[in-house]
């Protein structure tokens, strides 16, 4: 019995709302991210991290995080 991972659900990335936050683990220590808008010349979201906004990255819609 892991209450981690019954606590943490894995879903997709297009279903965290504009702003919300997640995670790419499941894990308490992992950085929180912030999904923000879809790009879609990239086709994909441009998400960063909550502690530093400077560190971004682009992710899939069907990429797998775990929802805060």
């Not at 892991?2 to 499941?26: A, V």
């Not at 950085?31 to 990255?57: A, S």
Request: hydrophobic fraction near 35%; proline fraction near 1%.
């Amino acid at each position: 019995f892991n209450l981690k991972q019954d606590i943490m659900k894995k879903i997709e990335l297009k279903k965290i709302k504009f702003g919300g936050l997640f995670r790419l683990s499941c894990s308490e220590d992992a950085p929180v991210w912030i999904r923000d808008e879809y790009d879609r010349r990239e086709g994909r979201y441009l998400c960063y991290k909550w502690d530093d906004v400077n560190h971004w990255t682009y992710m899939r819609s069907v990429r797998g995080v775990y929802a805060v």
